[in-house]
């Protein structure tokens, strides 16, 4: 059973997540914000963090950035009433791994909580496996029927995260984010290229493609 940590400072809404993730076959472990979320950490094994950014003593970001600065890779679920890009901005930056805003669809929310949990899985074996297709994280190659192929870093990266959310619908600037520097000065038309690169390079693969959904982004869907 995966155990979550739920750092919520408002009591009805800790508790409402507690039952949600209880009724879903998860180990829900409750904490009112960033000081006591670090002591939970430092009695309990987590698998997951989903983690409210306006608490007292400690807040979200703080605890993120507290976190990572210590070598601690926990996947976290950003779930907030900031709302603003450059709020979510600033979240990825210090270190989320994903980011919803309040009121909170609870479906979503447990679908985003396993793909985290998958992501998780596959970054620590550092391998991904569509079907016959194999992404090795460490030699940016592709394995599947037609070979081996090493791919740039970018285009692997934009693969592996695709692939890793099959089905999930990223926006180009959700992918610049993630894939790209913030500062650097690339546009939204690069991940165009890239994904065009893609499609050329695995137009015969029979395990994935990658599916444009006009007027919001991309996706990747397993065929067969």
């Keep these: 059973m995966f155990h979550i940590l739920v750092v919520e400072d408002n009591d009805n809404t800790r508790k409402l997540m507690q039952a ?4 879903n076959g998860y180990e829900p472990i409750p904490a009112r914000d960033g000081v006591e979320a670090l002591e939970v950490l430092d009695r309990k094994h987590v ?7 306006m608490m007292p003593r400690m807040d979200g970001y703080e605890f993120t950035e507290t976190l990572r600065a210590s070598g601690c890779e926990i996947p ?36 985003r909580i396993a793909a985290l949990l998958r992501r998780s899985r596959i970054v620590n074996e550092h391998r ?24 740039p870093k970018k285009e692997f990266m934009l693969l592996f995260k695709l692939l890793s959310y099959q089905n999930k619908i990223f926006t180009r ?14 546009d939204e038309r690069t991940v165009d290229v890239h994904i065009n690169r893609l499609r050329d390079r695995f137009r015969r693969n029979n395990d994935f493609e990658i599916v ?13």
């Design 20 to 23: 949600v993730l209880s009724q």
């Design 47 to 53: 698998d997951l963090i989903v983690l409210d950014i």
């Design 76 to 111: 976290i679920l950003m779930v907030t009433a900031k709302e603003k890009p450059a709020d979510k901005h600033k979240g990825f930056i210090i270190g989320t791994d994903d980011y919803m805003v309040k009121p909170v669809d609870e479906e979503e929310m447990l679908l």
């Design 128 to 151: 991904l496996e569509i079907g016959n297709t194999v992404l090795d994280y460490d030699s940016l190659t592709v394995t599947s029927d037609e070979g081996v192929a090493e791919l």
């Design 173 to 186: 600037r959700q992918l610049m984010d993630e894939i790209w520097d913030m500062d650097s000065e690339s």
């Design 212 to 224: 444009t959904v006009r007027g919001l982004g991309y996706k990747a869907v397993k065929r067969g």
